[in-house]
């Protein structure tokens, strides 16, 4: 069976300039989660879909960006405009119920921000 | 005072050796616990649940302390296999769904 699918799996970008990360989520699943790790920082929760809907966007630092669920397959996060320090790897994952149980991760977006 | 908390790393242990992690909490209305492991410049995955009476798997045993907010990790017999870092997770209810939040990780090294 497929995991969860992101891409890019690398991005180079220069500053100013807009990004988009995408992930498919494994079939069957409800919940859809965006993380970025950094070594400062760790693994932080950005934000948190259920059912398509974006229910915790806490974690989204700030208006640059943003993020969408169109149906139950596909997602994206995007950084308009792209700093240097938004470079880290972004991990999405997916969980088949609404509370608890295990995430599964997929291989993350690597993004370098010149 | 950061949500989860772990022992700081790096851990580096000989072949065979117990190590042990700790982590701590600072909501008390935390639910779900587990222990995931991520491998260098990969995912995490999840390495096991964390139950209220503690639950053992092979090598690994993982406890749970409620009233000091405390959890822990326990490897016997390292393998070189293990070398790993290892994220302490809390899961929280809010009002209709869990906010799941990771430590910031244990590396640990097990050296021939």
């Known amino acids: 069976d497929a995991g969860v699918i992101q891409s890019p799996r690398h991005e180079v970008t220069e500053m100013g300039q807009e990004v988009t990360l995408r992930c498919k989520p494994i079939?069957?699943?409800?919940?859809l989660f965006w993380y970025r790790q950094t070594m400062m920082r760790g693994l932080e929760l950005l934000i948190y879909?259920?059912?398509?809907?974006?229910?915790?966007d806490s974690g989204m630092p700030e208006d640059r960006f943003s993020a969408k669920m169109p149906n139950a397959s596909f997602s994206t996060l995007k950084i308009q405009p792209s700093e240097p320090r938004d470079s880290a790897v972004y991990f999405c994952a997916s969980r088949p119920g609404t509370v608890t149980g295990e995430l599964f991760f997929g291989e993350g977006s690597r993004l370098t921000v010149l | 005072r950061k949500e989860v908390e772990q022992d700081p790393g790096p851990f580096n242990v000989p072949e065979g050796a117990t190590v042990a992690f700790n982590c701590t909490y600072s909501?008390?209305?935390?639910?779900?616990f587990f222990w995931y492991r991520q491998d260098c410049r990969k995912e995490p995955k999840l390495l096991m649940s964390v139950y209220s009476s503690g639950n053992e798997d092979g090598r690994f045993t993982a406890q749970l302390n409620r009233a000091s907010q405390y959890i822990s990790l326990l490897i016997r017999d390292s393998k070189l296999s293990d070398s790993a870092t290892y994220l302490c997770v809390v899961a929280t209810m809010k009002t209709s769904y869990d906010k799941v939040i990771f430590g910031p990780g244990t590396s640990l090294s097990v050296i021939p």
């Open positions: 909501n008390s209305a935390s639910q779900s």
């Open positions: 079939s069957g699943h409800n919940s």
């Open positions: 879909f259920n059912n398509n809907v974006p229910i915790d």
